[in-house]
Each structure stands twice: as C-alpha cells, then as structure tokens.
Nanobody, 121 residues
Framework: QVQLVESGGGLVQAGGSLRLSCAAS????????MGWYRQAPGKERELVAL???????NYADSVKGRFTISRDNAKKTGYLQMNSLKPEDTAVYYC???????????????WGQGTQVTVSS
C-alpha cells in the first residue's frame, strides 16, 4: 500500500518561512510528477507547484519567487520551501504524486492527508 505523508505545517507570522515535506512509502517503483496543492476554507483546492521527474517546475503566479518545490528521488520525498509567507497563504496543503508501483504497472495518482499552514498577520 502506498502512502504520502506530509509534515512541516504550523503557525507562522507573516514574512516567515516553513518547509513542508512529503514522504512516500510502500511498494514504489518510480515517482513521476509530484505536486503541492492547497485549499483554504470556503475555496476550491488549487495547484501551488509541480515538479516533474526530471526536475522541471511550475508554480502558481501567487507563489512565484516565494515558494520553491524540490524532490529527493532516493528518499522518495518532495519538499515545498515557503518564504515570505502571507496571511492569504493560510490553507491546508496537500501533497500529490503520480507514481508506478511496479515496472510493468500503470501510473496512479495519490494524495496525502494534508497539513495545516496558518499565517498570522
């Protein structure tokens, strides 16, 4: 069974930083794209950042220049470094990954359980 477990959320003042981690566990052959999404109260879940298997990245306009997505393939872990945090960054942050459990298998999409990030003004 595959699990994605996020950590690193918490309460921080505006202008502060947090680093989120997403650790994948279970029988995994390869992790392809990884991403971070967030959902604020009363709003739809939105894409924050994506990183491909080769390291290419994409960011939402609202976080460009402040957030950095990265990954450590050997550790099967993804990261989201969040700097210059703003109150509007407050949300539950979810890790997402497209991965193959076996070399001959299909790719499936998985979600983590989410971690709360609260930015106070």
């Amino acid at each position: 069974q595959v699990q994605l477990v996020e950590s690193g959320g918490g309460l921080v003042q505006a202008g502060g930083s947090l680093r989120l981690s997403c650790a994948a566990s279970g029988s995994i052959f390869r992790i392809n794209a990884m991403g971070w999404y967030r959902q604020a109260p009363g709003k739809e879940r939105e894409l924050v950042a994506l990183i491909g298997s080769g390291g290419s990245t994409n960011y939402a306009d609202s976080v460009k220049g402040r957030f950095t997505i990265s990954r450590d393939n050997a550790k099967k872990t993804g990261y989201l470094q969040m700097n210059s945090l703003k109150p509007e960054d407050t949300a539950v942050y979810y890790c997402n990954a497209d991965l193959q459990r076996f070399a001959w298998g299909s790719q499936y999409n998985y979600w983590g359980q989410g971690t709360q990030v609260t930015v106070s003004s």
